[in-house]
């Protein structure tokens, strides 16, 4: 069991910056990566960024040079650095942790609850 705990939404103006914060519990040792994806009313979730164990990492096109997500392995921890937001970035920002299918873990996804996420014009 992994439990998941996203921070860092709030409501900015265009051009501004937050910084998304993904907490991760219980059987961390079989998270073998983990990543942000995001939901906008009326659109499907989609994946924003990800970043395996050993840092290979994953973006949207949309995203590309100006969010950055990085993970601290020691406090099982993932962040999303997201700059120059735009009025489309508006969406719930959802963590997601992989977890492998071994001997004490059950290979299934764990997602957040979500954190909103609004960029004004």
């Known amino acids: 069991q992994v439990q998941l705990v996203e921070s860092g939404g709030g409501l900015v103006q265009a051009g501004g910056s937050l910084r998304l914060s993904c907490a991760a519990s219980?059987?961390?040792?079989?998270?073998?990566?983990m990543g942000w994806y995001r939901q906008a009313p009326g659109k499907e979730r989609e994946l924003v960024a990800d970043?395996?164990?050993?840092?290979?990492?994953n973006y949207a096109d949309s995203v590309k040079g100006r969010f950055t997500i990085s993970g601290d392995n020691a406090k099982n921890t993932v962040y999303l650095q997201m700059n120059s937001l735009k009025p489309e970035d508006t969406a719930v920002y959802y963590c997601?942790?992989?977890?492998?299918?071994?001997?004490?873990?059950?290979?299934?996804?764990?997602w957040g609850k979500g954190t909103l996420v609004t960029a004004s014009a």
């Open positions: 997601n942790a992989q977890t492998k299918r071994t001997i004490g873990c059950d290979g299934a996804d764990y």
């Open positions: 970043i395996s164990r050993r840092n290979r990492i």
């Open positions: 219980g059987d961390t040792f079989c998270i073998s990566g």
